[in-house]
């Protein structure tokens, strides 16, 4: 999980999210329409026209997104299970007909899929506001570099302030979290949308800071450097309190 990128971590809203939505419900499609005969899936030409007209047509769910996005849990397994059946029908010998083994098994993969799956990838990829712990007064600021800041590649020093709320360690049991979330909170750190483990000194539970700096790689030319406050179990706030710098590394 620690390598995914930046745009993973989203919410309600989030633009990606509908875009699969809108695609796998337009794949679902795809096989019912094959499975009735109104479309024709047999060789790997076929698929040309179902995987293109889905991608455009997710494209176009982006701008719903703030409702659409609701239903990632829902539609990603659907979305797989009707892609990997529209594959099997355009690569092997099995056909989709409305009795076949391929589309009866389909129905079946995507009705436990969505079953089993929908509540752990809502919590994972879209979880509702009141799961999030809340943000009260919390801030995140990149001290240094200074946005625009030309740097050398390499290892890059980033100072981060934390105001209304104090840093921490990162915490694995959660006996051990502050009655307030937004104390001895912990950090998140992005380099062009890909998560980067950093570790600081210091900061205790029992005695927090508002500053600490870390080091993290970055490669020639212009990078995106974001940051991160979550909780100190790594619970991202709702809203997200965070802030970008864009530098130039030479």
Request: charged residues 15%.
């Amino acid at each position: 999980m620690s390598q995914l990128p930046l745009l993973l971590h989203a919410g309600p809203g989030s633009t990606w999210q509908a875009a699969v939505v809108v695609a796998s419900v337009a794949l679902a499609v795809c096989v019912i329409l094959a499975a009735a005969g109104r479309l024709r899936i047999a060789d790997p030409g076929d698929l040309l026209l179902p995987l293109a007209g889905s991608a455009v047509l997710g494209s176009l769910g982006v701008l719903g997104h703030v409702i659409i996005s609701d239903a990632i849990g829902f539609a990603l397994p659907i979305g797989l299970v009707a892609l990997l059946a529209l594959l099997l029908a355009a690569f092997t010998p099995l056909e989709l007909t409305p009795v076949s083994p391929l589309a009866l098994g389909a129905l079946a993969l995507a009705t436990v899929g969505t079953v089993l799956l929908w509540q752990p990838l809502t919590i994972a990829l879209h979880p509702p506001p009141d799961m999030l712990p809340l943000r009260d007064d919390s801030e995140v600021t990149i001290v240094a570099p200074e946005h625009g800041a030309t740097v050398p590649a390499g290892g890059l020093e980033v100072t981060v302030t934390v105001t209304g709320g104090s840093i921490g360690p990162v915490i694995s049991d959660l006996a051990d979290l502050p009655l307030d979330p937004e104390e001895a909170g912990t950090l998140s750190v992005f380099v062009d949308g890909d998560r980067i483990p950093v570790d600081w000194e210091g900061c205790p539970v029992s005695d927090p800071c508002d500053e600490v700096t870390v080091t993290v790689p970055v490669e020639a030319g212009e990078r995106q450097v974001a940051v991160e406050f979550v909780r100190g179990d790594g619970t991202p706030f709702a809203p997200t309190v965070i802030d970008r710098v864009t530098i130039i590394a030479e």
